[in-house]
């Protein structure tokens, strides 16, 4: 199977021929609130065309492998300096990793982007491509490619706008990369850019100007900047289809509000999905809840019960939707697996199939496909299932005795019994009854995990939530282009 080396994700759509694609660059789109952070800073005036957003591992400067980790520590035993001078080191390496690694998946963008667009959107014959800092070395590596190898790409590609970029581009070179686009090759930069002396050994893009590119100067900006002020740097540099737009008055946000996975898709969700999310969240001692405005007062407890509950209770808010997911998936060990995810039913589906794994240990219908099966299924059916997964999440069901197994009924009428299909069993169990089951590393580790997620104040009433969420964004969801 080849390996693709950029996941796609649509931040806007519209019936347009053109796609704006932003690439970021290091430490950044290493999780889901990262990612839908960068989302967020496209501005909503960029709204004629189809935004997207190309995500590739850019790693992070804070994953440390078990070597660097232990390189780093026997240095700190030497002396408390030479543990920093170690940790300094290791981490330029590691950006001269990454480096490389945007050079070499850089002549893949076009390939992939190309590939995806005729899946999802074959009408777009146009792309303009932004990209920040190795961002841009990716989006300049792409276009080397363009230039040795027209035929490779049959779009046309119009502007192309580098901001801050931890490249280096000769004034030759430059000529011949603008000779691949049809429109303007512009290079946004601030010579207040100290991160950018750090790649010692290039005289980056992305603190002077260079013949041949459109050069705009953004004073003051640091390296971080150009996300957080992505309005104003497309104004000033009028990229496509950005012409004219004003800076708009800053305005108190409402992290409730504008939490669009979470009470953005409610709102579009029948009142019973609503209501079954508000049963589960109801069970927890830690939440207080206001009946007369529901979905404002169930997105903000989900929000409280995220993280570390009692930092967020002494601070008078939570996290958002995307920090919740991202922190149930390092709660079941899933940080492997969500790297191949980025529509957030995806990284739902994931965690739906993992919870119900661990408190079934038989098997359950979501083991294999959660999308496709909770598409076929009533309301009524799923939430008998969360019920049931909700039962096996307290501390009471590890002192129960096993019920007696349920009949499943699928929206197509079939009834199920357990003793045709074991992965439909929701009975309870309890330690005793499962203890030869526990013998096994795998079972051990499952075991542990339920009894953590028992334990954590509000977990067992977070997951049930948020498992009702899922139910609503893969019926009622905007997301384009998952797969099942």
């Known amino acids: 199977m080849e390996t693709k080396h950029f996941s796609f994700t649509t931040k806007s759509f519209c019936a347009s021929t053109t796609a704006n694609v932003f690439?970021?660059?290091?430490?950044a789109g290493h999780n889901l609130g990262d990612r839908t952070l960068l989302g967020n800073q496209i501005p909503q005036a960029l709204s004629g065309d189809i935004n997207l957003l190309a995500f590739w591992q850019s790693s992070h400067y804070s994953l440390v492998g078990t070597?660097?980790?232990?390189?780093?520590?026997?240095?700190?035993?030497?002396?408390p300096a030479a543990g920093v001078a170690a940790f300094a080191a290791d981490?330029?390496?590691?950006?001269?990793?990454?480096r490389k690694r945007a050079n070499r998946i850089g002549e893949a963008l076009?390939?992939?982007l190309e590939a995806h667009l005729l899946e999802h959107y074959p009408y777009v014959t146009h792309v303009n491509l932004a990209g920040h800092s190795l961002g841009g070395r990716v989006v300049v590596s792409a276009l080397r490619k363009l230039a040795s190898h027209p035929e490779s790409c049959e779009l046309i590609i119009g502007d192309v706008l580098l901001m801050a970029a931890a490249v280096e581009v000769?004034?030759?070179?430059?000529?011949?990369?603008?000779?691949?686009?049809?429109?303007?090759?512009?290079?946004?930069y601030s010579k207040s850019d100290a991160v950018l002396l750090m790649n010692v050994d290039e005289t980056c893009l992305g603190r002077h100007e260079v013949p041949h590119f459109e050069n705009v100067a953004m004073p003051e900006f640091g390296h971080r900047d150009y996300w957080p002020k992505l309005h104003d740097v497309l104004l000033r540099t009028q990229f496509a289809g950005f012409e004219g737009q004003q800076l708009g008055a800053v305005t108190q946000q409402d992290a409730v509000r504008n939490d669009t996975l979470l009470y953005g898709l409610l709102q579009s969700a029948p009142n019973e999905v609503l209501e079954q999310g508000i049963k589960h969240l109801k069970t927890s001692s830690w939440i207080s809840f206001d009946d007369k405005q529901p979905l404002y007062s169930f997105t903000q407890e989900l929000q409280l019960l995220g993280g570390h509950c009692l930092a967020n209770f002494t601070r008078g808010r939570g996290i958002a939707y995307a920090e919740v997911l991202d922190m149930l998936v390092k709660h079941f060990d899933l940080g492997n697996d969500r790297q191949t995810y980025t529509a957030v039913v995806e990284l739902e589906a994931l965690l739906i199939r993992q919870v119900f794994d661990n408190a079934f240990p038989d098997g359950h219908a979501f083991s294999r496909s959660p999308i496709a099966a909770v598409k076929a299924m009533s309301a009524d059916t799923y939430f008998r299932h969360v019920d049931a997964l909700a039962e096996r999440l307290t501390l009471a069901s590890y002192l129960k005795t096993p019920a007696s197994p349920l009949e499943v009924e699928t929206s197509q009428g079939l009834v199920v019994t357990p003793g045709e299909f074991k992965f439909t069993e929701i009975t309870s169990w309890n330690v005793v009854s499962a203890l030869p089951d526990l013998l096994s590393k795998s079972a051990v580790g499952r075991w542990v995990t339920n009894l953590k997620t028992a334990l954590k104040p509000g977990y067992s009433a977070l997951v049930p939530a948020v498992a009702v969420v899922f139910f609503a964004r893969v019926h009622w969801g905007n997301e384009r282009g998952f797969k099942l």
């Open 91 to 98: 981490r330029a390496v590691h950006f001269a990793q990454i």
């Open 170 to 188: 000769s004034a030759g070179e430059a000529q011949a990369l603008k000779g691949c686009t049809a429109g303007r090759l512009i290079n946004a």
């Open 23 to 27: 690439i970021h660059g290091y430490s």
């Open 110 to 112: 076009l390939e992939e």
């Open 67 to 79: 070597i660097s980790r232990n390189v780093i520590l026997g240095a700190s035993r030497l002396h």
